[in-house]
């Protein structure tokens, strides 16, 4: 009777200058190659990258928090109610809702409602939603960062390294974030001088005896007067308000894609640490660390969605409508060539704003699809279970910000949006009635 039990396999040694035989199979584990200059050189943390937003917001009286700059660890970080933040925080959030209620009362008496109306309330409304809902999570801060912080620590080390062939990390956030804003700002200055050429001409024809700046106040808010009589001081803290008003309008933007930034970039951190493996075999150890990694990524991309998707929803449906009311305004002849380059800056700047949103927030996903086909081309001879769960766990994993869970934004969402604003746009041409142009009409 033959024995079928296989004999006891004897390692084969390796000397220097010696090669093993061909016909048994490689088991030696490749190491990672460690960073060239013998140290993996430090990744600032989402927390300290997004620094200067915050201080940029809170000039503005958003995110209320306080002692952000005193330490680096974000669970140090809380919004005390008696900080100059949050008094300067309650007292614009104060005025925005008393102006929305005088514009209410003053839509309500007026004879008719229409894209101008509603552009406006929405307007407002959309501000004071975005302002308490930085509040809002200005109040968790501490908690949604410093959850963020532990999750991330992990690539911030070594044997991850910041991603090649691209900025630093605070240095990319701060670019975008002031190079948008700076454009926003263009754009708030070409509004103001576009109202300000439009009451020059407003006077020309019209027989007023009260001032220039009165004027010019009671064709910008006529609301307002409706309940409070003019005032210098009253007129310029509303314009102040509205410049605040303007900033947190752009802001939003600026703040999802700084968050998102830092989602993507940790994605891009994993898939280039798999491509230094260069498809040499790795020890169990290495590729269930890996698994654990992606997992804890997934798990932060979910927790982040769940705190911010609110915030996502709104500024989508914020973007898209001001873009459809400024197409539809777009047949209207302004009365000022200012006028006609603010209007036409206005709206590029709106659409190139949303798009790069949107662009950033669904690199997300694109990043955390990429290791899966890195992962393709190991040999099927280096897998083992931990690899497999890893595979598993990239494929099926939807690291996607969301709005609250009506859509997740990914690249198909973008054309999607750009598909549905050029249909707009194409029935318009036909529908489209022009709005009378009110520069010379000198009844307020």
Same mark, same amino acid.
């Not at 009451?199 to 064709?219: S, V």
């Not at 808010?221 to 605040?244: A, D, K, N």
């Not at 400024?326 to 002849?333: C, I, M």
């Not at 707009?424 to 009635?433: G, I, R, W």
């Given at each position: 009777m033959l024995n079928m039990t296989p004999p006891e396999v004897t390692p084969v040694k390796r000397f220097p200058g010696v090669s093993r035989p061909p016909s048994t199979p490689s088991t030696a584990l490749a190491e990672e190659t460690p960073p060239a200059d013998g140290a993996a050189e430090r990744e600032c943390s989402t927390h300290e990258a997004v620094a200067a937003v915050i201080f940029m917001g809170q000039l503005f009286s958003l995110i209320p928090i306080d002692g952000y700059a005193r330490s680096t660890d974000p669970r140090d970080v809380r919004m005390r109610l008696r900080s100059v933040q949050f008094v300067y925080g309650c007292v614009t959030l104060f005025i925005m809702l008393t102006l929305i209620i005088m514009l209410c009362v003053h839509t309500a008496h007026e004879p008719s409602f229409g894209v101008q109306q509603a552009t406006s309330?929405?307007?407002?409304?959309?501000?004071?939603? $975005?302002?308490?809902e930085l509040m809002l999570l200005a109040r968790n801060w501490s908690q949604i960062m410093g959850r963020w912080y532990t999750?991330?620590?992990? $690539?911030?080390?070594?044997?991850?390294r910041p991603p090649s062939r691209t900025l630093p990390f605070r240095r990319k956030v701060h670019l975008i974030a002031f190079g948008v804003m700076f454009l926003a700002f263009v754009e708030d200055t070409l509004n103001f001088v576009s109202a300000y050429r439009l009451n020059e001409l407003h006077i020309r024809y019209c027989p007023h005896t009260a001032g220039f700046w009165?004027?010019? $106040?009671?064709r910008e808010h006529p609301y307002v007067l409706r309940v409070i009589p003019y005032h210098p001081v009253v007129g310029w803290t509303i314009e102040l308000t509205m410049r605040i008003a303007k900033f947190t309008w752009h802001y939003v933007d600026v703040f999802i894609i700084c968050l998102s930034l830092g989602l993507q970039r940790r994605f891009v951190q994993f898939n280039e640490r798999l491509e230094r493996l260069d498809g040499q075999p790795q020890s169990q150890g290495v590729w269930r660390a890996l698994r654990l990694d992606y997992v804890r990524l997934s798990e932060l991309v979910t927790f982040v969605d769940e705190r911010f998707s609110k915030l996502i929803l709104f500024c989508c449906a914020n973007d898209m409508f001001f873009i459809t009311?400024?197409?539809?305004?777009s047949f209207d002849l302004k009365p000022t060539t200012v006028t006609t380059v603010y209007f036409w800056y206005s709206l590029g700047f709106l659409i190139g704003r949303c798009f790069?949103?949107? $662009?950033?927030?669904s690199s997300i996903s694109r990043a955390s699809e990429k290791p899966l086909e890195t992962l393709r081309r190991f040999p099927s001879t280096n897998w083992n279970l931990d690899l497999r769960r890893l595979c598993d766990a990239v494929a099926t994993s939807e690291n996607a910000l969301s709005g609250k869970r009506f859509f997740f934004? &990914? &690249?198909p969402l973008i054309l999607a949006m750009a598909g549905t604003i050029i249909t707009y746009e194409l029935v318009l041409l036909d529908q489209v009635k022009k709005t009378p142009d009110t520069t010379r009409d000198c009844n307020f």
């Amino acid at each position: 009777m033959l024995n079928m039990t296989p004999p006891e396999v004897t390692p084969v040694k390796r000397f220097p200058g010696v090669s093993r035989p061909p016909s048994t199979p490689s088991t030696a584990l490749a190491e990672e190659t460690p960073p060239a200059d013998g140290a993996a050189e430090r990744e600032c943390s989402t927390h300290e990258a997004v620094a200067a937003v915050i201080f940029m917001g809170q000039l503005f009286s958003l995110i209320p928090i306080d002692g952000y700059a005193r330490s680096t660890d974000p669970r140090d970080v809380r919004m005390r109610l008696r900080s100059v933040q949050f008094v300067y925080g309650c007292v614009t959030l104060f005025i925005m809702l008393t102006l929305i209620i005088m514009l209410c009362v003053h839509t309500a008496h007026e004879p008719s409602f229409g894209v101008q109306q509603a552009t406006s309330l929405v307007y407002y409304a959309i501000i004071v939603f $975005f302002m308490v809902e930085l509040m809002l999570l200005a109040r968790n801060w501490s908690q949604i960062m410093g959850r963020w912080y532990t999750d991330e620590a992990p $690539f911030r080390t070594d044997p991850y390294r910041p991603p090649s062939r691209t900025l630093p990390f605070r240095r990319k956030v701060h670019l975008i974030a002031f190079g948008v804003m700076f454009l926003a700002f263009v754009e708030d200055t070409l509004n103001f001088v576009s109202a300000y050429r439009l009451n020059e001409l407003h006077i020309r024809y019209c027989p007023h005896t009260a001032g220039f700046w009165k004027n010019f $106040f009671h064709r910008e808010h006529p609301y307002v007067l409706r309940v409070i009589p003019y005032h210098p001081v009253v007129g310029w803290t509303i314009e102040l308000t509205m410049r605040i008003a303007k900033f947190t309008w752009h802001y939003v933007d600026v703040f999802i894609i700084c968050l998102s930034l830092g989602l993507q970039r940790r994605f891009v951190q994993f898939n280039e640490r798999l491509e230094r493996l260069d498809g040499q075999p790795q020890s169990q150890g290495v590729w269930r660390a890996l698994r654990l990694d992606y997992v804890r990524l997934s798990e932060l991309v979910t927790f982040v969605d769940e705190r911010f998707s609110k915030l996502i929803l709104f500024c989508c449906a914020n973007d898209m409508f001001f873009i459809t009311v400024q197409l539809f305004n777009s047949f209207d002849l302004k009365p000022t060539t200012v006028t006609t380059v603010y209007f036409w800056y206005s709206l590029g700047f709106l659409i190139g704003r949303c798009f790069l949103m949107l $662009f950033v927030v669904s690199s997300i996903s694109r990043a955390s699809e990429k290791p899966l086909e890195t992962l393709r081309r190991f040999p099927s001879t280096n897998w083992n279970l931990d690899l497999r769960r890893l595979c598993d766990a990239v494929a099926t994993s939807e690291n996607a910000l969301s709005g609250k869970r009506f859509f997740f934004v &990914r &690249r198909p969402l973008i054309l999607a949006m750009a598909g549905t604003i050029i249909t707009y746009e194409l029935v318009l041409l036909d529908q489209v009635k022009k709005t009378p142009d009110t520069t010379r009409d000198c009844n307020f």
